[in-house]
């Protein structure tokens, strides 16, 4: 197939300064956990983007000194020669596929404390550090001038490695120079203080350094928050944001804008739909003639191209989609727009940053797996066998599990107890909140539907006697997981005593529209999710709802997704009553007793309805009513019964995914080659015997 002619503009070359890009399509700077101790897996992360066919393609964070050190964060690092082979191997994989490689020259300010290097945290004013009870120092004449040096001697060690693009960086809430630029955290009182035109000073410094570093051979972006979303003490769109960009349009070769912190500028399908940036943008062209570059969780060519024909964005930036697809533009390119795997807008992959995990991503499996295990996005291994290979339940495990065998070659049955497939991403998609999760549904029906060899029998609940005959000579088991009724979870590891007067549900039951009445408590032991989206569906269905939690905050494991405090404050908002740091100890009479996980004390609430969010049960009869008989088994042909996803441990809707993926890419692999690489860095001696440059 052909490209559409209307998304031709997409593919549209772009100047950057000295340099052409080929096409629209820029993958903006995204954390993805492997820093600099994992460089090989970063360098294959990242060119597999450029194989999918994204015109330029960015690092995280790169910091250019030890006096901005994330740890226990993962970071690249532009510190001294021995930062050069990790970043050397980065650059040559983008570059393999004609890509331009970006760097984002980092300084982290008070947003970090160094914990690792022990130096002084700098700051435009001083001013305690983000995370721990140690406060920035103010930077006097001599600490500027050292950071432009630092900035100035990063941006040549980038050009040395290889990049194309160099970042200055004032964005994110996380950069020294967006600190500079905001009120509210720099109140100085000499020439870099106070105007609007003394706060953009050390921009303005730093951007001209590096041009005239760098800038013959290489483009400079300046990468803004334009709104902090922070009212008017901070930086405005329609104020101080636009006013920086026109204070200093055509200094740079492009400008990459962003609302910021990180919760807002990576917003979640739950809270904000695509193109979500756009009215902080849009006033950006304007003021520049240089391109504007511009994120917003952008999967439809069409959103895309409307924002180039209405002046909005002039390429498309992009993280998520490009982690959910790295071959998104190819995809687009060659016509095939219903293979594209949509971002769902669930921020699993910023949730693994910030546990200091590598990435993953729950759409794409492969991500962060392309090093280690040898997976891509696009390509299988060839079957190793002919082997007939049955798949039990179509939820987000065996819809994966199925389509990856299908595309190995293998001959699949998939059998779905329902009419419907999708399993718990189905149901769950229908609570308010996670519509969008569908989305991990549809890509692999779409696939499926495309491979011949794979054959979807709905309403066909197996029995253990149906799949000893069936010919499979492999079994898969993912039937998934039921929530448990009893109240055992996090806290309690017993059951809970409850009132057989009580209405008690699981979430099973909200999402089958089970009836509530009086007034409901949703206990969450879980922390996730579930709890939050459950509480709000009942109240927006009109029930009045109560939401108990053992732990200190609501849905407190969303933290980790950026979306803890806006889920809060939505379920305070719609008047869902929020009682933490209480476990549930019994209900009994229409009333709840909760006790405070601190003291013991009782506090009591009146309950007609208990939602249990506590943990789940895997659905494994079938697999113990197969597994117990293994002479049925030999006599049926069967070589092996295997459970995945939530059918052996109950987990996230990613982690359902790549179990999904990783029994298809093992089968018929022998042991030893489906083990993953273990990556160790490897510093030659005599780069480390080198001085170091700062
Ligand atoms: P996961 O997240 O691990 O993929 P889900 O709970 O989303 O698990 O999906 C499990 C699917 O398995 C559900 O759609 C369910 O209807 C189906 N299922 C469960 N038991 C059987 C069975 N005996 N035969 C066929 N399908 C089944
Ligand atoms: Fe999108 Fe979720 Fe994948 Fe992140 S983890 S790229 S938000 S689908």
Redesign the pocket.
């Known amino acids: 197939m052909s490209r559409d002619p209307r998304y031709d503009i997409l593919f549209e070359p772009i100047q950057l300064g000295p340099l052409r890009m080929k096409n629209r399509f820029y993958q903006v700077p995204h954390c993805n956990g492997l820093g600099d101790t994992l460089p090989q897996a970063h360098a294959a992360m990242r060119g597999v983007k450029a194989e999918g066919g994204w015109g330029a393609i960015c690092t995280e964070i790169l910091s250019i000194h030890p006096s901005s050190d994330s740890t226990p964060f993962a970071q690249v690092k532009l510190w001294d020669s021995s930062d050069e082979p990790g970043l050397r191997l980065l650059t040559d994989s983008i570059h393999e596929y004609g890509a331009l490689a970006g760097a984002e020259l980092a300084h982290g300010g008070f947003a970090v404390s160094n914990r690792n290097t022990r130096e002084y945290a700098l700051a435009p004013s001083a001013i305690p550090t983000r995370r721990d009870p140690i406060q920035a120092r103010a930077m006097d004449r001599a600490d500027i001038r050292a950071y432009r040096d630092w900035h100035r001697r990063a941006a040549l060690r980038a050009r040395e490695v290889g990049f194309d693009i160099v970042y200055v960086y004032a964005a994110d809430d996380l950069e020294l120079l967006q600190f500079f630029l905001s009120r509210r955290r720099n109140q100085r009182l000499d020439e870099y203080g106070g105007s609007l035109e003394n706060r953009t000073r050390l921009l303005r410094e730093v951007i001209s350094d590096t041009r005239d570093a760098i800038g013959d051979s290489c483009a400079v972006v300046v990468r803004l928050t334009i709104d902090e979303l922070s009212g008017p003490d901070g930086i405005l769109a329609e104020a101080e944001g636009r006013d920086i960009v026109a204070l200093l349009a055509e200094l740079p070769d492009a400008w990459d804008v962003k609302i910021s912190g990180w919760a807002e500028d990576s917003q979640t399908s739950r809270f904000a739909a695509e193109g979500y940036q756009e009215p902080y943008a849009r006033y950006i062209k304007q003021v520049t003639s240089k391109p504007v570059i511009g994120t917003g969780r952008f999967t439809s060519p069409d959103a895309m191209v409307s924002q180039i024909r209405r002046g909005i964005l002039d390429v498309i930036g992009s993280a998520r989609p490009s982690i959910a697809d790295p071959f998104l533009p190819n995809k687009i390119d060659e016509g095939r727009i219903e293979d594209i795997r949509e971002c769902i807008g669930c921020n699993i992959c910023v949730a693994q940053y910030n546990i200091g995990a590598p990435i993953a991503c729950t759409q794409n499996p492969s991500i962060g797996e392309e090093y280690r295990r040898g997976w891509h996005p696009e390509r299988h291994a060839r079957a190793g066998s002919d082997d007939l290979v049955l798949v ?7 819809l994966e599990c199925a389509q990856s065998l299908g595309k190995r070659g293998y001959r699949v049955m998939l ?4 009419r419907e497939l999708g ?3 189905t149901l769950e998609s229908r609570l308010f909140g996670p519509a969008e999760w569908a989305r991990v549904r549809d890509w692999r029906v779409g696939q499926l539907a495309k491979l011949a060899n794979v054959a979807v029998y709905r309403e ?3 029995s253990v006697a149906d799949i000893l005959g069936l010919e499979a000579a492999h079994v898969v088991l ?4 039921t929530w448990r009724r009893d109240g055992f979870g996090r806290h309690n590891h017993k059951p809970i005593p409850i009132d057989a007067g009580v209405t008690l549900l699981t979430p099973d039951d909200v999402m089958r529209s089970a009836p509530v009445s009086g007034p409901v408590i949703v206990f969450d032991d879980d922390d996730y999710y579930m709890g939050g989206v459950v509480a709000e569906t009942l109240r927006r269905a009109g029930a009045e709802v109560t939401l108990v939690t053992p732990a200190a905050l609501a849905s407190a494991w969303t933290v980790n997704t950026l979306e803890q405090e806006k889920i809060q404050r939505r379920l305070l908002e719609s008047g869902i009553e929020v009682i933490c740091n209480r476990n549930l100890a019994r209900v009994s009479d229409h009333v709840a007793d909760l006790a405070c996980v601190f003291t013991g004390r009782v506090m009591r609430v009146p309950c007609a309805t208990l939602v249990m969010v506590t943990a789940r049960l895997p ?1 494994d009869a ?1 697999y113990y009513g197969l597994t117990e008989d293994q002479a049925a088994l030999a006599g049926a042909g069967v070589k092996s019964v295997t459970r ?4 052996a441990a109950a987990g996230t ?1 990613a982690q ?1 995914v790549f179990t999904g993926r990783r029994y298809a890419e093992t089968l018929d692999v022998p042991e030893e080659a489906a083990r993953p690489l273990r990556e160790r860095v490897m510093v030659p001696e005599s780069i480390r015997k080198q001085d170091v440059l700062f």
Do not use: F, H, K, Y
Not at 392 to 398: E, L, N
Not at 415 to 418: C, D, T, V
Not at 644 to 647: E, F, I, L, R, S
């Open positions: 039990v339940g179509a939820g987000p495990s065996g059998a779905e107890a329902g399993g718990r991403v066909s609940r197996l993912a039937t998934g997981a659905n079938l995945v996803g939530d059918c809707i359902a």
